[in-house]
C-alpha cells in the first residue's frame, strides 16, 4: 500500500509564501512523474505544477514565475514553493504522484492521490 501525507497549509495574506511538501510511503520501487493539483470552489480540478524524475518541470500559466516545484528522490517527496500569492490561489492542493510499487510480490504500476491541504489568500 502507498500513503502520501500532504503538509504546509494554511492561511495567508495576498504577497505572502507558502511551501507544500507531499511525502510518498510504502512498498515503493520507483516513482515517476509527480504533480500539484488544485481546485477551488465552483471551478474544475487543473494542473499547476509538474516535475518528471528526471527534473523537467511545467506549469500553469497562471503561477509561472511565482511557485516552483522540487522534488527529493530520496525522501520521496515533492514541494510546491508558492510566492507572491495571490486571492485566486485560494483552493484545496493535492498531489499526485505515477509510480511504481510491490503488490504481493509483483511490480505495479498505478497512481495516487494525496489527501489535499487548503491554501487561504486573503486581500
Known amino acids: 500500500q502507498v500513503q502520501l501525507v500532504e503538509s504546509g497549509g494554511g492561511l495567508v495574506q495576498a504577497g505572502g509564501s507558502l511551501r507544500l511538501s507531499c511525502a510518498a510511503s510504502?512498498?515503493?520501487?520507483?516513482?515517476?512523474?509527480m504533480d500539484w493539483y488544485r481546485q477551488a470552489p465552483g471551478k474544475q480540478r487543473e494542473l499547476v505544477a509538474h516535475?518528471?524524475?528526471?527534473?523537467?518541470?511545467n506549469y500553469a500559466d497562471s503561477v509561472k514565475g511565482r511557485f516552483t516545484i522540487s522534488r527529493d528522490n530520496a525522501k520521496n517527496t515533492v514541494y510546491l514553493q508558492m510566492n507572491s500569492l495571490k486571492p485566486e490561489d485560494t483552493a484545496v492542493y493535492s498531489c499526485?504522484?505515477?509510480?511504481?510499487?510491490?503488490?504481493?510480490?509483483?511490480?505495479?504500476?498505478?497512481?495516487?492521490w494525496g489527501q489535499g491541504t487548503q491554501v487561504t489568500v486573503s486581500s
Open positions: 499526485h504522484v505515477d509510480l511504481v510499487n510491490l503488490v504481493g510480490g509483483a511490480l505495479s504500476i498505478g497512481d495516487y
Open positions: 510504502g512498498s515503493i520501487f520507483s516513482i515517476n512523474a
Open positions: 516535475i518528471t524524475n528526471g527534473g523537467s518541470t
